[in-house]
C-alpha cells in the first residue's frame, strides 16, 4: 500500500540552526501538507502546496518557514532560524484533491530544539 | 471561523462494549468530515470521513459514523470495542469551498478499552 515517508523520524537542533524535514508523498497525489503536533496538544495546520505554489497558510508559517518541491517527489519544510518554541511533531500530508479526498499522513518528524 | 470540538479528553470502555467518541464541528459552509487515529509515536491513519450523501458512513477496523447536520455533530462509534482499538482518535473538518484542503482537527480523545 503507497503511503508517506518522512525523514529524519528525529532530528534535534539547536536553537537558531535552520533544518529541513523531507517527505515523499504518495506518488499520484496532487496536493501537499504539512502539519504539526506540540506534544500533548492537538494537530495543527501549517501549509498546502498545490501545483508547485503554497494554496494555504496559517498564521504559523511565518517567514521562518518555507516549503519546496525540488524535484516530482520530494516535499520539503525548511526552519530557516529554529526556537525552543519549534519544537513539535511535524506530519506530511498529501492527497488526491484539495477538497473531497483524505489526507494520508507520514509518521512524522520529531523536532526537538534545544 | 472553522472549529472542531471534541469535549471528551479520555474515554474508558470495556471490551466488547459498543463505544462511542464525540465531536462537533462549526463551519460557515457545508462540511467535509474526517476521523482518524494515532497509535503511540505513529502518524496520524484515516479512519473514515463523510463528504454526502447517507448519513452513517462506515470505515476501517468496524468504526461507522453518524452525521448531524442539525446537531453539527459526527460522532465515532463502535459496537464492540476491542483492547486494540486503544489509541487517539481525532475528528477533522474541512470546508467544501476550501480548495487548499486543509484539516481543523479537534484536540484528540483518547480512547481506553479493558479487557
Known amino acids: 500500500e503507497p503511503e508517506v515517508t518522512q525523514t529524519p523520524s528525529h532530528q534535534v537542533t539547536q536553537m537558531g540552526q535552520e533544518v529541513i524535514l523531507r517527505c515523499v508523498p504518495i506518488?499520484?497525489?496532487?496536493?501537499f501538507y504539512w502539519y504539526r503536533q506540540i506534544l500533548g496538544q492537538k494537530v495543527e495546520f501549517l501549509v498546502s502546496?498545490?501545483?508547485?505554489?503554497?494554496?494555504?497558510k496559517s498564521e504559523i508559517f511565518d517567514d521562518q518557514f518555507s516549503v519546496e518541491r525540488p524535484d516530482g517527489s520530494n516535499f520539503t519544510l525548511k526552519i530557516r532560524s529554529t526556537k525552543l518554541e519549534d519544537s513539535a511533531m511535524y506530519f506530511c500530508?498529501?492527497?488526491?484533491?484539495?477538497?473531497?479526498?483524505?489526507?494520508?499522513f507520514g509518521q512524522g518528524t520529531r523536532l526537538t530544539v534545544v | 471561523a472553522q472549529s472542531v470540538a471534541q469535549p471528551e479528553d479520555q474515554v474508558n470502555v470495556a471490551e466488547g462494549n459498543p463505544l462511542t467518541v464525540k465531536c462537533t464541528y462549526s463551519?460557515?459552509?457545508?462540511?467535509?468530515l474526517f476521523w482518524y487515529v494515532q497509535y503511540p509515536n505513529r502518524g496520524l491513519q484515516f479512519l473514515l470521513k463523510?463528504?454526502?450523501?447517507?448519513?452513517l458512513v462506515k470505515g476501517s477496523y468496524g468504526f461507522e459514523a453518524e452525521f448531524n447536520k442539525s446537531q453539527t455533530s459526527f460522532h465515532l462509534k463502535k459496537p464492540s470495542a476491542l483492547v486494540s482499538d486503544s489509541a487517539l482518535y481525532f475528528c477533522?473538518?474541512?470546508?467544501?469551498?476550501?480548495?487548499?484542503?486543509?484539516?481543523?482537527f479537534g484536540q484528540g480523545t483518547e480512547l481506553s478499552v479493558k479487557p
Open positions: 477533522a473538518v474541512r470546508e467544501q469551498g476550501n480548495q487548499g484542503g486543509k484539516l481543523i
Open positions: 506518488s499520484n497525489h496532487l496536493y
Open positions: 463523510y463528504i454526502t450523501g447517507d448519513n
Open positions: 502546496f498545490y501545483n508547485n505554489e503554497i494554496s494555504e
Open positions: 463551519v460557515s459552509g457545508n462540511p467535509y
Open positions: 500530508a498529501s492527497s488526491e484533491q484539495g477538497v473531497g479526498t483524505e489526507a494520508f
